[in-house]
């Protein structure tokens, strides 16, 4: 079976194989002796009984056909074109060796040794034996079967190791340019998704509310509420604004001012600029698994605490900025709304920054804090205006000018940080913007 599997077909002649097995001469008289001729009939038995008692059909099945000594090997399921590779190879390789001159060299001849009828022929008493011995060797027995069986079967399933590993190997290695192939195109469609994770500055602050484990919630101004103050001409706290008892003052006024008010509170009106910047931001998160929109008077205390926050607009329309004006240098002055308080001036610095409301300039505050539980992180963005405002996103998604304040820091990523951004504009285009004052704060603030 080795040499069958190896190729050394002209080794697998009657003469040879009574030569190598039984330790007859080379020249010994096949015809008289036909101990080839029996053993092969034995292992031709042994292998019907081995697999007439397979209880399932074999992987592998070796026949060895009468008047060859070549097996054939079957696999059932490819039986057709195995079959026809079998037939061609033994048809083949079945020559005879025959004695070369001076008795040097061995030569193969055209003629097939055919089994000659083993019935009725006796071996004959003497025989060559490589150690000297004329009697019939010991492993002449069924044992020698058996052997012969056994190591068909071992070169069978070393040649099916082998098959099965160069299998598997291409299959690793095709499963493995497949798996490449899809890394390759779920890159380029993030990369086309999320071109932002591309700018090293924006990618750094960015990354914090949208690369993070927590959500991000985006939180507008309340324009109703803003309305109202104004109206009022007071202002009012988040626990007025979440338990609605700023409503309660409406009864301040007349009786048709108080039902004006009550209708206003009920509106749920919006800024139409803070929408238009929102949608710069929530296309950072085109399939919207990360960032979240809320209406400031829809959003809820708990969410501030498991989520990361963006609050956009000044505490006179978004009350929950008010949750981190204790830990801001730059606030809403709360006695005039046109003005912007510097609570600790740096040399070079003024402690009020004034703006007319209907003038052609203003400010906006920017604010990257941990959330009041310093369990994520927080961006706010309050704008006196519209302009400021757009201006303000302007600067958070500009890799040039958030890569020129992170260089100005001296810092490889951004801190917690607060500034001061002057923004001037043309008919209601922001035309140029500067930071006035900034200041940066530890993690643990």
Not at 175 to 204: D, K
Request: charged share 20%.
């Amino acid at each position: 079976m080795i040499n069958t599997l190896d190729g050394e077909l002209n080794s697998l002649s009657e003469r040879f194989l009574g030569a190598e097995l039984f330790g007859r001469r080379i020249d010994y008289d096949t015809k008289s002796d036909s101990i080839v001729r029996v053993r092969a009939n034995d292992v031709r038995r042994r292998l019907t009984e081995y697999y007439a008692d397979q209880r399932s059909s074999p992987a592998v099945v070796i026949n060895l056909c009468s008047g060859s000594y070549i097996p054939e090997f079957h696999w059932p399921q490819q039986e057709d074109s195995q079959q026809n590779e079998a037939s061609s190879l033994a048809s083949g390789s079945s020559s005879s060796l025959t004695n070369a001159p001076n008795g040097s060299a061995l030569h193969l001849s055209n003629d097939r040794d055919v089994d000659p009828p083993a019935s009725g022929v006796q071996e004959p008493s003497e025989g060559y034996s490589r150690g000297g011995d004329n009697s019939v060797p010991g492993f002449i027995n069924e044992a020698a079967s058996s052997a012969l069986v056994k190591s068909a079967h071992v070169g069978i399933s070393r040649r099916a190791v082998a098959a099965g590993s160069i299998v598997a190997g291409l299959l690793i290695l095709a499963f493995a340019v497949s798996c490449f192939t899809l890394w390759q195109e779920l890159r380029v469609t993030r990369q086309s998704l999320y071109p932002w994770r591309n700018s090293p500055a924006v990618a750094g602050l960015w990354g914090t509310f949208l690369g993070d484990q927590r959500d991000t919630d985006l939180v507008l101004t309340d324009s109703s509420f803003s309305l109202v103050e104004a109206l009022t001409n007071k202002s009012f706290n988040l626990n007025d604004y979440l338990g609605h008892s700023y409503m309660g003052h409406f009864q301040d006024h007349d009786p048709e001012m108080a039902a004006a008010l009550s209708r206003i509170s009920n509106w749920g009106l919006g800024s139409s600029g803070e929408f238009e910047v929102a949608q710069r931001m929530l296309a950072l998160d085109p399939t919207r698994q990360k960032l979240h929109f809320f209406l400031a008077r829809k959003y809820q205390p708990d969410l501030i605490r498991r989520d990361n926050v963006i609050l956009m607009g000044s505490p006179y329309g978004n009350p929950w900025s008010e949750l981190f004006e204790s830990r801001m240098n730059f606030t809403f002055d709360p006695k005039d709304p046109a003005r912007i308080l510097n609570r600790s001036p740096k040399a070079g610095e003024s402690a009020t920054y004034a703006f007319d409301v209907s003038g052609s300039f203003g400010f906006c505050i920017i604010a990257y804090l941990p959330t009041p539980d310093h369990s994520g992180s927080a961006l706010l963005i309050q704008g006196t205006s519209g302009e400021p405002t757009e201006a303000g996103v302007d600067f958070l998604l500009s890799e040039a000018k958030l890569a020129a304040f992170q260089q100005s820091l001296g810092v490889s990523k951004l801190p917690y940080f607060e500034l001061l951004l002057k923004t001037s504009w043309i008919k209601g285009t922001p035309i140029a913007s500067n930071i006035v004052a900034y200041r940066t704060y530890p993690e643990k603030q």
